[in-house]
T-cell receptor, first 111, second 113 residues
Framework: RKEVEQDPGPFNVPEGATVAFNCTYS??????FFWYRQDCRKEPKLLMS?????NEDGRFTAQLNRASQYISLLIRDSKLSDSATYLC????????????WGLGTSLAVNP | DVKVTQSSRYLVKRTGEKVFLECVQD?????MFWYRQDPGLGLRLIYF???????EKGDIPEGYSVSREKKERFSLILESASTNQTSMYLC????????????FGSGTRLTVV
């Protein structure tokens, strides 16, 4: 089993839709979690951290479920500019400089 | 904003050449990283460095070396380029721990022919 797993998609949604991605992780001792966004042929950029209590940034909401070992990203009112690959990142205890990357979930928002 | 600059956006090199990829960051970050990204394999860590003159192997260090003589600069060296090193190379830096997230450079797409 991979340490971090994501559904590769692609998720095709119309503008204005709500879409959610999950990311599962295998190490129950994982400490911290992030979502990155990567546009085609560009570098990954930090989208948001994921806190135990959940956190929201505008149209984006991130949640952590430690019992089931997954994190989620919810995007409300999707925009064309949200089209990208969303990468899930996990940091394991004891090695907080080394990130474990998912392969990403591709999102296409259509007019 | 932190800026991470990679010296080349595209490079084409011949098999057997020694290749240098340069990365400079301007925000006094302690940690610097080199990744390669390939379709279906995602981001894989090659080497990283916590401080000047310090380096540690990542998951796929074979065929690569690194140099960090100054805090702001982290160089990746392909000792003898091979076609299986054709990839997108991404440099990143971070402050302190990974809790703050990484800032990436725009990447170097290397083709070895």
């Amino acid at each position: 089993r991979k340490e971090v797993e994501q559904d590769p998609g692609p998720f095709n949604v119309p503008e204005g839709a709500t879409v959610a991605f999950n990311c599962t992780y295998s190490n129950s001792a994982s400490q911290s979690f992030f979502w990155y966004r990567q546009d085609c042929r560009k570098e990954p950029k930090l989208l948001m951290s994921v806190y135990s209590s959940g956190n929201e940034d505008g149209r984006f909401t991130a949640q952590l479920n430690r019992a089931s070992q997954y994190i989620s990203l919810l995007i409300r009112d999707s925009k064309l500019s949200d089209s990208a690959t969303y990468l899930c990142v996990v940091v394991n205890a004891g090695n907080n400089r080394k990130l474990i990357w998912g392969l990403g979930t591709s999102l296409a928002v259509n007019p | 904003d932190v800026k991470v600059t990679q010296s080349s956006r595209y490079l084409v090199k011949r098999t057997g050449e020694k290749v240098f990829l340069e990365c400079v960051q301007d925000m006094d970050h302690e940690n610097m990283f080199w990744y390669r990204q390939d379709p279906g394999l995602g981001l894989r860590l090659i080497y990283f460095s916590y401080d000047v003159k310090m380096k540690e192997k990542g998951d796929i260090p074979e065929g690569y070396s690194v140099s960090r003589e100054k805090k702001e600069r982290f160089s990746l060296i392909l000792e003898s380029a091979s076609t299986n090193q054709t990839s997108m190379y991404l440099c990143a830096s971070s402050l302190g721990t990974a809790y703050y997230g990484y800032t990436f450079g725009s990447g170097t797409r290397l083709t070895v022919v």
